[in-house]
Nanobody, 119 residues
Framework: QVQLVESGGGLVQPGGSLRLSCAAS????????MGWYRQAPGKERELVAH???????NYADSVKGRFTISRDNAKNTGYLQMNSLKPEDTAVYYC?????????????WGQGTQVTVSS
């Protein structure tokens, strides 16, 4: 069993920054792709940023130039650096990962961390 634990959410003023972390623990061979999603009240969950095992990234248009996804494979941890935050970035942010266990791959979600952007 694999657990993804997010941290780093909170309340921040518009224009501020937060850094989210997603730490994977449990039994697995490696972590392939990782992603950050968010879900605002009354809206569907959407992809924010994605990073492959090789480090290739892609972002939602709404966060390009403001958010940066990264990973530390040695620590089995992914990060989302969020700058120039806007009220519309308010949501629960979820970590997602494709985790390899020997020859099989499984997909896991974290429990989510609240990000609130408000003055």
């Amino acid at each position: 069993q694999v657990q993804l634990v997010e941290s780093g959410g909170g309340l921040v003023q518009p224009g501020g920054s937060l850094r989210l972390s997603c730490a994977a623990s449990g039994s697995f061979s490696s972590i392939n792709a990782m992603g950050w999603y968010r879900q605002a009240p009354g809206k569907e969950r959407e992809l924010v940023a994605h990073i492959t095992s090789g480090g290739s990234t892609n972002y939602a248009d709404s966060v390009k130039g403001r958010f940066t996804i990264s990973r530390d494979n040695a620590k089995n941890t992914g990060y989302l650096q969020m700058n120039s935050l806007k009220p519309e970035d308010t949501a629960v942010y979820y970590c997602n990962a494709d985790v390899r266990y020997y020859v099989r791959q499984y997909n896991y979600w974290g429990q989510g961390t609240q990000v609130t952007v408000s003055s």
